[in-house]
Structures are given as structure tokens and as C-alpha cells.
């Protein structure tokens, strides 16, 4: 499946539709209208109509600016104008203002907050304290970040997929792996990103698990591994995403 935008060959759309998302910064349509037949992308890919044959927009839609009433403010009397709800407008946006400080505070407000650091790029960020009580890996600026601490961290017995010790691949390993970067050009097989956007070499995946034969050599064959980023590579083995052999994309 060729990239429409940069026409670069994938061997699946979801491939396609990723390698579009990160190299070119726009996701592709995922849906199609109901109303004109408009292909438009919906990130939760629920959407049944796009924004102008939306029923719920426009004039439908509560929050309008031509929907707004008008009503009496019961302070001072004047004129004001609010989006309808379940309740009545009350008082004026002034008398509001002028009421600050005067009224309970609002439970919503921004409490205390300290500053930590990521704990995998050092980004400083801030947390409530109790929330940094409760993280007892400590906290990071992003999910990303937080896969590659677990995935330079939780390894060994500490790893949900632990199941015994450490395994020696063997010299071929490193033979095979190289070839299998260079067949596949050291591009990641499911979203295409490659080397040099990554900014290192991708990771060679075992579709057949090393540990599932009685000498791992065996997995060592140029069928049973391909190249996946660092991201695909976590989403594989726990098991997320489907990985199939090059020859039966």
C-alpha cells in the first residue's frame, strides 16, 4: 500500500496510515460521512457525520452563538445574554466579577503542585503531592517515556513476561539480526520509520519466541525475525498488535 502523500510502498494500511501520521504530521481520513460522503479523520473513529452535516451542530447545537437568551440580572437589574441550559441565567458577567473573592472557592481550582523530574528524560513536570506519593516508579512527562524506563527497568524477574533466567543467543544472533536489518532496509515493518528518524538502528523482533525452542539458534532464521521500532517492538510482545512474516504481507 502506497503513502499517498510521499508515495512510499507499506505492506499493510495500518502501516500506512502510521508511517503518514509521523513522517508527514497528518493522519489520513478514517471515516466517511453519512450526510455528503466527505472523507474526514475522527481520532476515536465513531463519527458519523463531518462538521457541516453534523445534526448536533449549528442551530442544534446548545452552545450556538445564535442560541444565547436574555435575561434580567438579579443584582443590579440590567441586561445580560447566556447560552440556555438546564438552569436560568442569574446574574450579569460584572456582578460575577464583582462578587470574586466573596463567594466559597471552587473545589475545581488549581491546588498545590510540586516540581519533579521525568524519570526517563529528566523533564521537569508538576504533580500534586499526593499523586507523587502514589507512584512508586516515580513519574514521567509521557507515555513514551514511561515504556522506555520499563523497558530499560522492568526486565528480569521484575518483567510481567519473565519466565526463567537469562537466555545466550549466541554468536549468530548478531549475523542474523544485521541481515534481517539490511533486508528489510532498517525500517521499522509495521509503521515504516526508519533509522534515521529514529535516530538509531530499529530492534529485530522474533515472531516465533526465542524461548518456545529447545535451542535458541533455532529461532535465529531469517523467517522467524523482523524489524520493528522500539514502539512497535513493546506493542508486539505484550501482545497489542499483530505481527505477521514478511512473505504473507
Not at 102 to 128: F, M
Not at 171 to 177: D, K, P, S, T, Y
Not at 219 to 230: F, K, P, Q, S, W
Request: hydrophobic share 25%; charged share 30%.
Amino acid at each position: 500500500m502506497d503513502c499517498p502523500t510521499c508515495g512510499k510502498s507499506l505492506s499493510t494500511e495500518q502501516g500506512m496510515r502510521q508511517h503518514h501520521t509521523k513522517v508527514h504530521d497528518e493522519s489520513l481520513p478514517n471515516r466517511t460521512c453519512s450526510g455528503c460522503g466527505t472523507a474526514f479523520y475522527d481520532p476515536k473513529a465513531r463519527l458519523e457525520f463531518c462538521d457541516d452535516c453534523n445534526p448536533n451542530a449549528g442551530e442544534h447545537n446548545g452552545n450556538w452563538s445564535d442560541a444565547k437568551e436574555s435575561a434580567a440580572c438579579n443584582r443590579c437589574g440590567s441586561d445580560f445574554e447566556y447560552y440556555p441550559s438546564d438552569k436560568d441565567g442569574v446574574y450579569c458577567s460584572d456582578c460575577v466579577e464583582a462578587a470574586l473573592g466573596l463567594l466559597p472557592e471552587n473545589p475545581s481550582e488549581r491546588g498545590e503542585r510540586v516540581t519533579v523530574e521525568c524519570g526517563h528524560c529528566g523533564s521537569e513536570l508538576e504533580v500534586r503531592p499526593a499523586k507523587l506519593e502514589q507512584r512508586e516508579r516515580g513519574c514521567f512527562c509521557t507515555l513514551e517515556c514511561y515504556g522506555e524506563w520499563l523497558s530499560e527497568n522492568v526486565v528480569g524477574p521484575d518483567h510481567h513476561q519473565w519466565e526463567g533466567g537469562a537466555i545466550d543467543y549466541g554468536q549468530r544472533w548478531w549475523r542474523i539480526r544485521r541481515q534481517a536489518l539490511e533486508r528489510d532496509g532498517y525500517e521499522c515493518q509495521q509503521c515504516g520509520v526508519g533509522a534515521d528518524e529514529l535516530g538509531q538502528n530499529p530492534d529485530v523482533h522474533h515472531l516465533e519466541p526465542v524461548r518456545s525452542f529447545d535451542q535458541p539458534a533455532d529461532a535465529h532464521t531469517m523467517d522467524n525475525v523482523i524489524t520493528l521500532c522500539r514502539r512497535c517492538h513493546r506493542h508486539a510482545e505484550a501482545g497489542s498488535i499483530a505481527v505477521s512474516p514478511r512473505d504473507e504481507k
